[in-house]
């Protein structure tokens, strides 16, 4: 779906109340109609509590089914709600992807006894003692569910870290010792090797592991219907076990099945080696793009708009970027918190729908609100959406042209009548933009679709017009209708 719009439908802050999958199912038809082509939903398994987000993973064959951890259902409903919401959402031709949690596990059922020792933090090839016996929380039996869908048992000798020692009560990142086992190869060299996380950290080297979690890829695609998945913390995890992972779940499944990694690194090098080590068989977030986000709209009218593509996938990989502008993870109080400012949310979410390049992700709380709190920026995207579906055609050029003032123009193509759009964005002044949008717009009337412009304009004869734009706004212009051209 490269060219339709993903949402991820959650936010950090919901509440535990089991109804998101009821809404979600409600709220199918308007995804649709404003434009939606695929929701990501949360980690939809049996975590720490009724309260887990879903990324303490404890069970992932526990879709909300079985009286685990105090609950059957998950923090978003039970299973048969998921199921019902796929099946309409599906019926409005919208994709559903998965968020896969494969990189550790968490609320084991028993302590087991193991040899490992501590290891710095900082750097985590550095050992700080030498190995004895710790009891760690690495036991997974599935009282709940038994052995229904899987048999499988999870030990000590799954997991390549912990982060408790219970003989002691200790806290640290503690690194399990056994005949061949090692950090994983193919992570982030951030803290010397980035193979640890959270929790315990499962062992992607381990043949066990490697063949359950193969086993379970395909049978969650094929129980859920799945479209595609959002794969969690793969900087963290052996990328030749992500590669062998989707080759071999797409292979079962003899059909597309769509993939987006998270690899939260903002530097350009590092996420073109990851993807040539897996074989570009996933897209992955563009967290620069997202990083020069928020940096333009904290530093603002000191921002140089023409560096903002700069170091982004959507410039240098555009088939391989998911563009997004916030996610559960970067809002406000969250682990990677970097926030876009609500001013410069517009001009954002503007670029990302609306240039030709990248898979743009809409954020569940910049559409519907955070924390309670309802979103300011709902109409404006609205708004955008539309110009997307009706205008967001052609060719395109930039002009990137202006430290403080940008813009973007789409010339429209014959197979959407009226499209082509002409796009500013300032973080300083009220500035304009000459630009150019074909001469086969010559003579149209234009307006501003936003609010943030009244005026017309008058597309010249040679395709160009000056296009304005309000200080420290977005504006998008496109070709005002006919019957109101008429009406005025």
Not at 319 to 327: G, P, R
């Amino acid at each position: 779906m490269k060219n339709g719009v993903m949402m991820q439908y959650f936010e950090w802050n919901l509440p535990d109340d089991g109804t998101l999958w009821k809404q979600l199912k409600d709220d199918a038809r308007h995804l649709h109609d404003i434009g939606i082509t695929a929701v990501w939903i949360p980690p939809a398994y049996k975590g720490t509590g009724s309260n887990d987000v879903g990324y303490g993973t404890y069970d992932l064959y526990d879709l909300g089914e079985f009286d685990q951890k105090g609950t059957v259902r998950t923090k978003y409903g039970t299973r048969q709600e998921l199921q019902e919401a796929i099946a309409e959402l599906h019926r409005h031709d919208i994709c559903v992807y998965l968020d896969a949690v494969m990189n550790h596990k968490a609320g084991a059922d028993r302590t087991e006894k193991c040899m490992a020792y501590p290891v710095d933090p900082d750097n985590r090839d550095q050992p700080l003692a030498e190995p004895y016996e710790i009891e760690c929380w690495t036991g997974f039996d599935f009282p709940g569910r038994g052995d229904k869908y899987s048999s499988f048992k999870w030990h000590w000798y799954h997991f390549s870290g912990t982060d408790r020692n219970e003989a002691d009560e200790k806290n640290g990142i503690y690194q399990i010792v056994s005949e061949g086992k090692a950090w994983s190869i193919g992570v982030d060299t951030e803290n010397g090797n980035y193979d640890y996380l959270m929790h315990s950290d499962i062992d992607l080297n381990h043949p066990e592991v490697i063949a359950e979690l193969n086993r379970w890829g395909i049978w969650v695609a094929r129980e859920l219907e799945l479209d595609g998945m959002r794969l969690d913390a793969i900087k963290h995890m052996n990328d030749q076990f992500v590669r062998q992972f989707l080759t071999t779940v797409r292979s079962e499944l003899k059909r597309d099945f769509y993939a987006v990694g998270e690899y939260w690194k903002e530097d350009l090098t590092a996420l073109e080696e990851y993807l040539g080590h897996v074989d570009y068989e996933l897209d992955l977030f563009d967290v620069g793009l997202h990083y020069n986000f928020f940096q333009a709209s904290q530093a603002g009218r000191e921002y140089d708009l023409r560096t903002l593509l700069d170091g982004t996938l959507v410039r240098n990989h555009p088939t391989l970027a998911v563009t997004f502008v916030d996610n559960h993870d970067s809002q406000k109080g969250c682990s990677l918190e970097s926030q876009v400012e609500d001013w410069f949310k517009p001009s954002a979410y503007a670029l990302v729908l609306l240039m030709r390049e990248g898979y743009p992700c809409l954020f569940y709380g910049d559409y519907y609100g955070m924390d309670g709190t309802p979103s300011p920026h709902r109409g404006t995207i609205d708004t955008l959406l539309n110009v997307r579906r009706h205008y967001a055609h052609g060719e395109q050029e930039l002009y990137f042209d202006h430290p403080s003032t940008i813009g973007l123009v789409r010339r429209g193509d014959d197979k959407h009548p009226d499209s082509g759009l002409a796009l500013v964005i300032s973080v300083g002044d009220e500035g304009d933009k000459l630009m150019n949008v074909g001469t086969q717009h010559a003579g149209e009337v234009w307006h501003e679709v936003t609010g943030n412009r009244s005026e017309t304009l008058t597309i010249g004869p040679d395709g160009n017009c000056v296009f304005p734009v309000s200080g420290g706004k977005t504006a998008v212009w496109v070709k005002k209708p006919e019957e109101e051209q008429q009406a005025t």
